[in-house]
């Protein structure tokens, strides 16, 4: 086992010693059905229902995201951030007048500012400006012993600088959204997250510059680290942007050089003929691009390479989609236009009982899934949100996709809010009653709960593909400029930009 962005990766999964065969195949009757769409009205409503999931779940009181939906066992600050992303894009689609989701963005931006910061272990919401991963629907607390998170913190920026942006009118709700925005900005002290500061050396080779993944107030005197930092391609990119433009504490643009991008070229290599940075779940493409147009900027790495990260991102879209296409491992129900691997619940059963096509096979519960040259995690298991979140970067693939999912799997894959989390057409073992998720025993498992890290992505960039909305607005964010610029970025969009 290894661990890579903080998120546990388990080897390929297809082993078991005592095993039982699965049930003969089955000749599949049809799924329920849902009436065809052109592209074009397919897209608004997927859009439209998407940013319904976090208009009608976030607390409107507490600004508090659920994590997940609609179990909800508590709020996600990264899901807050996908919330205020979506509001801004709900009102330019006319689904919430400007003026509705301008109060409920001041609303929300007004308890992020007031919640409790402080070194306490309970009855704080975060610390040094920094933010809990998971806060208590009740209070908005802190979570058990979660992890004081900085790309979760990082996420929820993206969401209040979009909103900063977003809202440039000359009133005095818009106002004080950029007010607001500003301070809970200026308030994250990137210093401290810096592993420099901390009392261990760096665990993973980036040298004492990189910044930590997060901090626990419980361990030791004066808290503790962990042993993981931001470094080697990842999610991480915007953690660095913003950590190096803050106007108030910002960190060096060593942090760049000799954390996230000391060891760059490990990352590169080619996978179904796609040759980039390799990271196995679409999330990692995807997250830092929502809120940042990389399209024709690059760094020192990447003019090196002679793409940029948006085309980076559309090569592993396009090696996902091949894998998939392949089917090495003879999954059931993967396919050219059935495809996509992130970080998504499953099936949750791994007592190796289970053959499917032959094979024995372990069902997984959360993971994070993912396919590269370095190394394959799949149980059968396909993420709607990794086709969704990469729709900017290659539409010709993506929206089909989406489009053969809902006509496959029918409503119980595509209803209410878009896409339920994941499925697994693998999954025909109704035997076992699965608590995540629905057992059909020819269509096999969906899941019970959307997700709102996996819901965001998709949103976030149809919109971008459909109009470049979030791209457009967070071009104009001086503290995005400004980070960019600090690293080395240069080109296209960012020269003509100013970073005041």
């Not at 489009?403 to 209803?415: D, K, N, S, V």
């Amino acid at each position: 086992m290894s661990f890579r962005s903080g998120v546990l990766f388990l080897p390929l999964i297809a082993l078991a010693t005592a095993c039982t065969p699965g049930p003969a195949p089955t000749a599949a009757a049809p799924a329920p059905t849902l009436a065809p769409m052109t592209e074009a009205a397919f897209s608004e409503e997927l859009t439209e229902r998407t940013f319904r999931y976090f208009w009608d779940t976030t607390d409107t009181e507490k600004c508090l995201a659920p994590d997940r939906w609609p179990s909800n066992p508590f709020s996600s600050i990264a899901a807050t951030g996908f919330a205020l992303t979506a509001y801004g894009i709900g009102a330019e689609r006319g689904y919430v007048t400007r003026a509705e989701a301008a109060e409920r963005t001041r609303d929300c931006l007004r308890f992020y500012w007031t919640a409790p910061q402080g070194p306490a272990l309970t009855g704080m919401a975060g610390h040094k400006g920094f933010f809990y991963h998971f806060l208590n629907n009740e209070d908005g607390t802190r979570r058990g012993k979660t992890e004081l998170s900085t790309v979760d913190t990082s996420l929820l920026l993206g969401g209040v600088l979009f909103a900063q942006s977003y809202y440039d009118a000359d009133t005095p709700v818009e106002a004080e959204i950029r007010d607001l925005a500003e301070k809970i900005y200026a308030r994250v002290d990137w210093t401290f997250v810096q592993r420099e500061n901390s009392r261990i050396p760096s665990a993973n080779g980036g040298g004492q510059k990189a910044i930590a993944m997060g901090w626990y107030p419980e361990r030791g005197e004066g808290g503790d680290f962990g042993t993981h930092d931001w470094v080697g391609y990842n999610e991480g990119m915007l953690v660095y942007i913003l950590a190096l433009g803050s106007p108030t504490h910002p960190v060096g643009k060593d942090a760049w050089d000799k954390g996230w991008a000391a060891d760059l070229e490990k990352d590169w290599g080619s996978y179904y003929g796609q040759e980039h940075l390799q990271f196995e779940p679409m999330f990692g493409h995807q997250y830092s691009h929502v809120w940042v147009d990389f399209r024709g900027i690059r760094d020192d790495f990447m003019r090196g390479k002679g793409i940029d990260y948006f085309e980076n991102s559309r090569r592993a879209t396009l090696a996902q989609r091949a894998y998939g296409t392949d089917n090495p491992n003879k999954w059931s129900g993967y396919s050219a236009d059935i495809w996509g691997w992130t970080a998504s619940d499953g099936p949750g059963y791994s007592k190796g009982k289970y053959s499917v096509n032959g094979t024995p096979r372990s069902f997984n519960g959360y993971m994070a899934r993912g396919v590269s040259a370095v190394r394959v995690v799949d149980d059968g298991t396909i993420v709607p949100t990794a086709a969704g979140g990469s729709v900017a970067f290659a539409p010709e693939v993506a929206i089909p996709a989406l489009m053969a999912m809902r006509a496959q799997y029918g409503p119980r894959l595509y209803t209410r809010y878009g896409f339920k989390d994941a499925f697994n057409p693998s999954f025909t073992f109704s035997d076992f009653g699965s608590k995540s998720g629905a057992v059909d025993p020819v269509h096999g498992w969906v899941a019970n709960d959307y997700l709102g890290i996996d819901q965001g992505p998709i949103l976030a960039m149809i919109e971008n593909h459909r109009s470049g909305l979030v791209w457009k607005v967070m071009r104009k964010n001086p503290h995005i400029v400004r980070g960019l610029k600090r690293i080395g970025f240069t080109g296209g969009w960012l020269d003509r930009a100013r970073p005041e």
